[in-house]
């Protein structure tokens, strides 16, 4: 394979996984457009629970509004720890780019310190990770938490303090499991970078 096939082909292929990084991002706004539509349900949920309730007298409003609000987190934290999924996959697909800016790189006999074909190594994409991205998802998730925890345990603590210290435990249990999987994912990507760099 001479020179400039060899170019050709290793392009072809960085594009390929730039599009599947792309597409893992695109989804994730997806997600993050449904989780919006919980959002409007924990407003809308105490009257409809109410109006369940007033029909049926053997029905306790109370454990309606408790199993409604609890069904919204359950399935929110599976859109969620799906999203750290899409996201890991997403950084596996940067950390395999990398290898292919190297090379092509190299193909076109630039300078270890050049910009082209540097998107993914060079020490600016690293504080975009570390600084910027890390604390704009924090904040989201954090700014999620707080509206899906603090808005249906106030709501249930008015009906029921059980439920609502129920609720609050398990939210936060979840919060807690989410917060350590992500920092997890996060510090096991700049190892391998780090290794990377280190170990050629």
Do not use: C
């Amino acid at each position: 394979m001479d020179s400039n096939q060899r170019i050709d082909y290793l392009y072809k292929e960085y594009t390929r996984l730039s599009e599947k990084a792309e597409e893992q991002i695109k989804s994730t706004y997806d997600d993050f457009k449904l989780l919006g539509v919980f959002g409007v349900f924990i407003v809308i949920w105490k009257p409809i629970s109410d109006l369940i309730a007033s029909t049926n007298a053997k029905v306790d409003s109370s454990t309606i509004l408790f199993l409604g609000f609890f069904s919204v987190l359950i399935i929110s934290g599976m859109i969620g720890f799906l999203d750290l999924i899409k996201q890991f996959y997403a950084w596996y697909i940067v950390y395999n780019l990398q290898a292919y800016e190297v090379e092509i790189k190299k193909e076109l006999d630039e300078a270890e310190n050049s910009q082209i074909f540097n998107f993914n190594l060079g020490k600016k994409e690293e504080k975009f990770i570390a600084l910027t991205y890390r604390g704009a998802y924090r904040l989201l998730v954090i700014t999620f938490e707080f509206g899906i925890t603090i808005i249906p345990f106030l709501v249930l603590y008015h009906s029921s303090v059980l439920y609502a210290v129920i609720y609050l435990l398990i939210s936060l249990s979840g919060f807690i499991i989410y917060s350590l999987m992500f920092q997890k994912m996060m510090k096991r990507y700049f190892n391998i970078k780090y290794t990377k760099k280190t170990n050629p």
